[in-house]
């Protein structure tokens, strides 16, 4: 009988290699967590389950498409500031992307044929918003204007760990108003300061899919400190894609980190994080293989780490109490479609949010997320034609349970639902098809390993802005949680954030 094979790392001496740092994962916040730490010196080895980089970044190529498996509208692009993150994290290691600006961030399609469109442009945005709300201008330009107060705080200091003592010292003796800023929004929601200045319900409502559509609940529960960010970075640095698909973002930071020394196995899925006198101090592959360093760093979500890799009987009660904060938000139903080109009517915006009724907003397949990324690379698809990918909130419960039958229908009869509504923004979009595959909740769980395939942690009730979201170490010594479970949450450039923050704290702990 074969043996199991437990340490295969063995450096030439036959000794076991130990790293400076594994990081389970190469979601953004994985990877940018990883070159930042071997851009310091450190000896770094990811571990990534699937057979490519990216996570919910990532993609998958199909009849001459090249879909992103999630994002496509991304932040942290830009070239000015410091809150350009993607870019920096990319140089660091001395690589870069080209990238496509996006002249608009969302064209809006809401009740009551409310059509808003960010554009890029702030004043054109703020003419096109008060042009349906001229009673609110005043209120409009007084809470936008506080977004860009929050954000530029944040865009005049270096983004690293808040857990950094030192950095903390430095950082508000150089940025002192800044920093004083940023502690006065910490606590604070967008509901909250919006109805400071405005009152007009539906403009309320407009708020609140402004929010919903990147922090998945209503302004009431969105902490300002990402608000800050998003409504105030698309006018700044803007809505940037990348050339080649999203992929190539994940893509580069690997050579990235390979060129800095570090390494990356694919196929590798970590089932257990080794501890030893309470300390993390390596990681068990679905192989048997074991792996040891002195710092591991999670990339999987808090709840894949807390009740999967780690035993779920002993959570830290820190962790349980994080739970009781923050729930998995739902998960999503996706559409790759490959479309004709003549099915867009022209002028057609990358982004769109689609949306009939008010109450139907948090529902699943309620809001409706459209990108058509070929509209800015159009060497993504095949001549002639167009990818969308469409999404809509759905919970993984809903596809708990069933036959192989019953999911092929239910996944059938959703898109049809889906497409149907679609089609009075694309007329001719169900005949135009010449490509779809869908994707569920268990598709995101699977291909993703995100429990119950959720988009990440949202409050479970109206908290204190982003007080409540933990930041890189954990309770247990040697353990640290990177991703969109940490602060500042979910979005590439908030989870490049979380790992500028967790190679950071890392760095200072390995005395490097
Ligand atoms: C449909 C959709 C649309 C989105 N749209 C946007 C958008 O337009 N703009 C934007 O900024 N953000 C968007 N997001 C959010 C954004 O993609 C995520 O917040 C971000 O990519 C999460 O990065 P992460 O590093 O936290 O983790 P992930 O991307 O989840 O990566 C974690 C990685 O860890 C690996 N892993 C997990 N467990 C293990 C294990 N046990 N062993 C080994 N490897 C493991 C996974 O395979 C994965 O590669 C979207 C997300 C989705 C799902």
Avoid at 110 to 130: A, G, N, S
Avoid at 195 to 219: G, H, M, N, Q
Avoid at 354 to 382: C, H, N, R, Y
Avoid at 489 to 498: C, E, H, I
């Amino acid at each position: 009988m074969p043996s199991v094979k437990k340490s295969l790392n063995l450096a030439a001496n036959g000794n076991l290699m130990e790293f400076d740092a594994i990081v389970i994962g190469s979601g953004i916040g994985g990877l940018v967590t990883a070159t930042q730490l071997a851009a310091k010196g450190a000896k770094v080895l990811v571990l990534e389950r699937y057979l490519i980089p990216g996570g919910s970044a990532g993609y998958f190529e199909r009849e001459g498409y090249r879909f992103d498996v999630g994002a496509s509208m991304i932040f942290g692009f830009g070239n000015k500031g410091t809150t350009n993150l993607l870019t920096r994290a990319l140089k660091a290691v001395n690589v870069s992307l080209e990238t496509i600006p996006d002249p608009t961030q969302i064209h809006y399609h809401l009740p009551e044929d409310l059509k808003i469109r960010v554009h890029r442009d702030y004043e054109k945005f703020l003419l096109e918003l008060i042009e349906h709300f001229p009673q609110e201008q005043h209120g409009i330009r007084q809470f936008y204007d506080e977004c860009w107060q929050v954000f530029n705080c944040l865009n005049a200091m270096d983004l690293l760990s808040l857990e950094e003592p030192r950095y903390l010292t430095r950082v508000f003796f150089q940025h002192p108003m800044a920093c004083l800023g940023l502690v006065k929004y910490l606590p604070m929601n967008v509901g909250d300061v919006a109805r400071k200045y405005i009152t007009d319900p539906t403009l309320l409502k407009f708020l609140d899919i402004e929010c919903y559509c990147w922090s998945v609940v209503p302004a009431e529960m969105t902490p300002m400190i990402n608000a800050g960010m998003v409504f105030s970075d698309r006018h700044y640095g803007g809505i940037n894609y990348p050339k080649g698909g999203v992929g190539q973002i994940a893509l580069k930071l690997v050579e990235g980190l390979e060129k800095a020394g570090g390494e990356i196995k694919y196929k590798a899925r970590v089932t257990k994080i080794i501890t030893e006198d309470g300390k993390a101090v390596g990681v068990k592959l679905a192989t048997g293989e074991e792996f040891r360093a002195k710092r591991i760093i999670s990339n999987a979500t808090r709840w894949d780490t807390f009740e999967h890799l780690l035993p779920a009987a002993e959570m830290p009660p820190s962790e349980k109490k994080w739970q009781q904060r923050y729930q998995k938000s739902p998960s999503f139903l996706s559409l790759h479609l490959g479309v004709a080109a003549d099915v867009l009517p022209l002028g057609t915006e990358c982004h769109h949010i689609v949306l009939e009724d008010w109450q139907k907003m948090e529902l699943p397949e309620g809001t409706i997320f459209v990108s058509i990324p070929t509209l800015l690379d159009p060497s993504l698809a095949p001549e002639g034609c167009h990818i969308l990918h469409v999404f809509t909130p759905s919970w993984f419960e809903d596809w708990r349970g069933i036959s192989e039958n019953e999911y092929e229908e239910k996944k059938e009869a959703a898109a049809g639902r889906i497409i149907e509504r679609l089609e009075k923004i694309f007329p001719g979009l169900d005949a135009g098809l010449d490509y779809m595959e869908v994707g569920t909740p268990r598709s995101h769980r699977r291909f993703l390993g995100r429990d119950d395939g959720t988009y990440g942690p949202i409050p479970r009730r109206k908290l204190a802005g982003l007080l409540g979201m933990p930041f890189n170490r954990t309770a247990i010594p040697g353990l640290y949680c990177v991703g969109d479970s940490t602060f500042p949450g979910q979005g590439l450039n908030a989870v490049a954030f979380s790992g500028f923050a967790c190679a950071h704290r890392v760095g200072v702990d390995l005395g490097l």
